[in-house]
């Protein structure tokens, strides 16, 4: 691993600028649980030359709830998330979602930012450094992506452009669903909001140099709203999915009057499927209309010529997303 | 149940378990020799390529940099069977193969000068499959290896070294059968054993020929023997070994990596440390053989095999040591499960541009197993007969013979494995389950329960030569002088229960040496499940060697026949008059001591038995397989440490095991030959939160092999249970399954919800979607 500075941020102010520093290639990092592999894995044809430790910012790991909804700090770590009473209570999607990602020890340090913003798990975009020199792929500027003539098995199904690798964080996909917005804050005290999915693009995400998620808030939840988060992955702990779904289903008199399905791990950004969610709109649910509607979720499906297994595998998790949701 | 016993069969405190639980062992990467240096390598990009020209001058001008080497001044010492691969070459031959050699004074300054070396390549068409490898005109890798294909047999096992198994007259077996398959199955994802600790090595050379090397093997003796061969027979080599963290077969020996460390140590001057980091480790190692065959078999009703004929294929990597050996001994354990006067199965070693192939614990049988029993399984389905009465019926029994490695007939002396087989399936309830060929046990929903059996056994727990010495200290102690480095299995404490058993001494009074070439005899190393009898033996008979000279010694004083004396906890007494003990010390004087000399010569007429039930849950919806339930069933005549010996059962699960039919494999990029998992969250290995029903049932009927009457059987403990898991989801799905592992997407593809891809695609064949559209971006 390269050597880098250090520097401690003790205000999101100061990290910004920090991160915006001209001539400097700068990184945030909090947990650690990903850049820290990734730097020691030499992913990086030019690696930081500044770490930025948002850690040592004080307040940003808050979580707090009240009748305008649920803010959680960037710093909070997806172990807080995963216990905390209300989000457990009202918006237990999220709680589910963190609590499925890796393991207690990576949990206790991995923070909810981090987890939003972590690197894509593209086996060509992590190829290390040490075993021929790292791959130069699109996505960090090179001139082609390696996957589509290559293994693409975890690769996506939708939505790609150029570069097929996933969305891998969890949080995000049942953020998404919760209709979840992401606070982000940049140099010289700018500051916007976006929902969780624009947060991504086919290549990276939106940040600009300099601009750190400093928070997710979450609106209350619909009164008679019942969800469920459910994630596919070859090992049970300490995986990231092939398929993730989060369903969040507002029942009224047996009718469904709302609905969200987004689907994880099947493009660059949570996968909203807008016309499936229409289909379940105005009816009742069942276990036809669940099958219905998951046909619809995957009808526009682009498989890659390694990954179309993945077609019937995310129509069978929403499917019993939907199912599982009315348990909820 | 190892009545009357003092050690034997209890469950002792292992030796290092201590040490190991706090911390205070010292593997290889903690340890520090004086002005060492830091070795790593420079890894090749291409899977095939000449290399045009290297510049090193910026590298070697870099701070703390001692050494740089490359092809042009490295020295031709040789390794591989036959030895064809060099310390390094001016043609690299798989993508991570060893480009140039840097020792510096710091990690950082290796690393960093790694970074500042040139390399110009002329990339040449590589042979990234057997397929490939074997096609009309194909690229050669080696010019020794004409057609891509080694030659055959290791001088190891002698000139009439096992190739295949030829006996009787297949065409009028398969006249006389009542049922004839054929098919091709394989066993080709090439799984990583993955221990814990990654090779390593400190190499100090001392002109003008001598090396000494400490390393982290399974058998540091064997470096010494290896690589006094590599060196071209010009080098007095000396081993050091220490705790091994892990191996399973593949640290058996890191001979590549020991003579990069000794030429880095020889161009600096000092001693050098050269230790993968896990991608390494993962990628550029050593991984299990690839294994396939064309198979046909012919049975009668009554589970009689008439006639076995094969063409074997095996895929060795860009190069190995030991795929000959792993073939004869393949060959050897095939006869073991399937018993048939007519044989005609030929193997063909292939080399391909991935990783080299080494040991893994199943050494060639559990290759071999995995590609041929789907295709047995073919002919007991169309006769309806039952794989378990058919492994029953089948299992080598007292009086049967074999071919074993050497090319040599060998009859079966042990015991009948069929009761263990019964209390296996009895354990596991397999008469209750088993409902005929490719019908679930059970449907409940999507969720298809199916089960299946598997068995293998070696007949290697009885291989090589093992040589132990025992030295009697005066104050009532023992030394046992051995190589028996321990690699996790906890074979040194065994061997101290063994000796301090024979001489009656506290388990704490019994210690071991390093394994130290300069200091210990031979010794082959704990391979084949052979550390019980073999090893075991020539330890036990070196602490009876030193009994006996001891109780010789002791006579006159007691005035006594030595056959009338014994010894007890650092006393000699007559047996009828136990009052009249006398110490040790009275016997040895203070200055002196009593060394026992032991050895164990082969003998290849015992094996050992695993039978594996398995039971798995496959959702046809998401094709994602779970495996629900294990039993183990052996027989291990006396179990001598009952912990151990379930550890070693219950190992049976990864490092390349039952876990290789469910998601345990090496993934290669199909363009580029690059090694795409080597890491452990790509790389699907199982943690301890996602645990089957397991249970081990172990037999004790003593068995012909020494005074314990005990033999080995951890190495076979995951042999059997791959082909089990095929058969297990075969039945749940209603269809055959014949490719490892078995994804949700080759589930899914045989129920038919996805298109199939061609054998062994690793993301090529049938295409979805044209890729030339995707890397332009177009909008989908």
């Known amino acids: 691993m390269r050597s880098f500075r250090h520097v401690r941020a003790t205000t999101v102010a100061e990290a910004c600028a920090l991160l915006a520093e001209p001539g400097t290639r700068a990184r945030a990092n909090a947990g650690g649980s990903d850049l820290l592999g990734a730097l020691k894995d030499g992913i990086y044809p030019e690696p930081p030359d500044l770490l930025v430790d948002l850690k040592t910012i004080p307040g940003l790991d808050a979580i707090e709830a009240d009748e305008a909804g649920l803010r959680v700090g960037a710093l909070a770590r997806l172990a807080d998330i995963a216990r905390s009473e209300p989000i457990r209570a009202h918006w237990p999607i999220f709680s589910q979602a963190a609590q499925a990602v890796a393991s207690p020890q990576i949990r206790n340090v991995a923070t909810l930012g981090g987890n939003l913003c972590q690197e894509v798990r593209c086996w060509y975009f992590r190829y290390p450094a040490g075993l021929g020199g790292s791959i130069d792929c699109l996505r960090k500027g090179g001139p082609r992506c390696p996957a589509v003539k290559g293994d693409t098995r975890y690769h996506a199904i939708f939505e790609g452009r150029g570069c097929f690798a996933v969305c891998p964080s969890d949080t995000a996909v049942a953020l998404a669903a919760l209709d979840a917005i992401v606070v982000l804050e940049g140099p010289g005290g700018a500051r916007r909001e976006l929902p969780v999915q624009d947060v991504y693009t086919p290549l990276g995400t939106v940040l600009e140099p300099g601009e750190l998620v400093t928070a997710v808030r979450v609106p209350p939840p619909a009164e008679e709203a019942r969800s469920a988060f459910l994630k596919f992955t070859v090992r049970e702990p300490i995986d990231f999915a092939v398929v993730s779904v989060a369903a969040s289903i507002t029942l009224r008199d047996g009718v469904c009057t709302d609905a969200r399905l987004v689907l994880g791990a099947v493009g660059p950004r949570p996968y909203r499927a807008l016309e499936a969610e229409a289909r379940l709109i105005g009816g009742p649910i069942d276990e036809r209309a669940a099958v219905e509607a998951a046909e619809v979720a995957l009808a526009g499906a682009k498989p890659l010529r390694g990954n179309a297994y993945k077609v019937p595998l995310a129509r069978s998790i929403v499917m019993r997303a939907i199912l599982a949701a009315l348990e909820g | ?780």
């Open chain 2, 1 to 780: 149940m190892a009545a009357g016993y003092r050690h034997i069969g209890k469950a002792t405190e292992r030796a290092d378990a201590r040490d190991i639980v706090t911390g205070r062992t010292r593997y290889l990467s903690d340890l520090e020799v004086p002005r060492m240096l830091y070795g790593r390598v420079l890894r090749s990009p291409h899977a095939h390529a000449r290399i045009l020209s290297i510049d090193t001058s910026a590298a070697r001008a870099l701070p703390g940099v001692e050494a740089v080497l490359t092809h042009a001044d490295a020295p031709d010492w040789r390794v591989g069977t036959p030895r064809v691969v060099r310390v390094l070459d001016s043609t690299v031959r798989f993508a991570g193969d060893s480009v140039a050699l840097v020792a510096a004074t710091t990690e950082a300054a290796a690393e960093r000068a790694l970074e500042l070396i040139e390399v110009e390549y002329e990339p040449l068409p590589a042979v990234l499959t057997m397929d490939e490898a074997l096609a009309p005109g194909a690229p050669e890798i080696f010019p020794e290896a004409p057609g891509n294909v080694v030659s055959a047999g290791t001088p190891w096992f002698g000139p009439e070294c096992l190739t295949g198994v030829r006996m009787g007259d297949v065409e009028r077996g398969f006249a006389e059968a009542d049922a004839v398959a054929e098919g091709v199955c394989g066993y080709e994802n090439i799984p990583n054993p993955l221990p814990a600790e990654p090779p390593g090595v400190i190499a100090h050379w001392e002109e003008p020929n001598k090396a000494t090397l400490w390393v982290s093997s399974q058998a540091a003796y064997q470096d010494k023997v290896v690589l006094f061969f590599a060196f071209g027979r010009q080098v007095d080599v000396r081993t050091i070994g220490g705790p091994c963290g892990g191996s399973f077969g593949s640290k058996l020996m890191s001979v590549q990596l020991a003579l990069q460390a000794t030429a880095l140590s020889r161009a600096a001057g000092r001693p050098v440390r050269l230790v993968m980091s896990k991608e390494e480790h993962m990628a550029a190692f050593v991984l299990r053989i690839g294994s396939r065959i064309k198979a046909k078999v012919g049975m009668k009703r009554d589970g009689t095999v008439t006639a076995v004929a094969g063409d074997w294929l095996v895929d060795t990597g860009y190069y190995s040591m030991t795929t000959q050996a792993q073939v004869a001994v393949g060959c050897g354990e095939a006869q073991l499960v399937v018993r048939s006067p007519n044989w005609d199965l030929r193997s063909t070693i292939v080399c391909t541009n991935r990783t080299a192939s080494g040991i893994v614990r199943g050494f060639g049988g559990q290759e071999l197993k995995c590609s041929i029993l789907p295709v047995v399984s073919r002919v007991m389905a169309e006769l309806d007969i039952d794989p378990f009465d058919f492994f029953k019926k089948n299992y080598v029994k007292p009086g049967d013979g074999y071919f074993w490695r050497d090319g040599q007939w060998y009859t079966y002396r042990g015991i009948d494995y069929t009761t263990a087989m019964d209390a296996g399936a009895a354990a596991f309830g397999w008469k209750d389950r088993w409902r005929g060929w490719l019908q679930p046990s059970a449907v409940h929903g999507t969720v298809r329960t199916g089960v299946g059996v598997g068995v293998h056994g070696n007949v290697d727990i009885g291989e090589s030569v093992s040589e132990a010495w025992v030295r009697l200290d005066p104050h009532g102690a023992a030394v046992i002088y051995s190589a028996a480095s321990e690699h996790g299995t906890g074979q040194p404490s065994n061997l101290i229960k063994m000796v301090a058993e024979v001489l009656q001494l506290p388990l704490d009074r019994v210690t071991m040496t390093p394994a130290d070439s300069a200091i210990t005899p031979f010794e082959f190393g704990p391979v084949g499940s052979r550390g019980t009898w073999a090893m075991g033996g020539a330890s036990i008979a070196a602490a009876e060697d030193a009994r006996r000279k001891l109780l010789e010694r002791a006579a006159p004083t007691l005035g006594r026949d030595p056959g009338d004396l014994d010894t007890c906890d650092g006393l000699v007494f007559p047996v009828d008059s136990p009052e009249n003990a006398i110490r040790w010390n009275a016997v040895i004087g203070r200055e002196g001591s009593v060394m026992g000399e032991g050895r164990f010569d082969p003998d290849f007429t015992l094996a050992n038995c695993m039978m594996t039930f398995v039971e798995v849950a496959v959702d046809s919806d998401t094709g994602k397989v779970d495996l629900r339930r294990v039993v183990n069933a052996t027989d291990a005549g006396t179990i001598i440490d009952p912990p151990g010996l379930e550890n070693q059962l219950n190992g049976s699960l990864g490092s390349a095991g039952i876990d290789s039919a469910l998601f345990e494999e090496t993934v290669y990029d199909p363009a580029t030959g690059r090694v795409l998992n080597a890491n452990m969250i790509d790389y699907k290995w199982r943690t301890f939160a996602e645990l089957p029903d397991m249970k081990n049932v172990v037999l004790e009927t003593p068995v012909d092999s020494h005074r314990f009457r005990a033999i080995g059987v951890g190495e076979v403990a995951t042999a059997p249970g791959p082909s089990a898991v095929l058969m297990a989801v075969s039945n749940a799905l209603g269809m055959w399954m014949d490719e490892y592992p078995v994804t949700p997407e080759r589930v899914l593809a045989a129920l038919g919800k996805v298109p199939a891809r061609g054998r062994g695609a690793g993301g090529t064949a049938a295409a979805a979607t044209d890729s030339d559209d995707l890397a332009a971006g177009a909008d989908r």
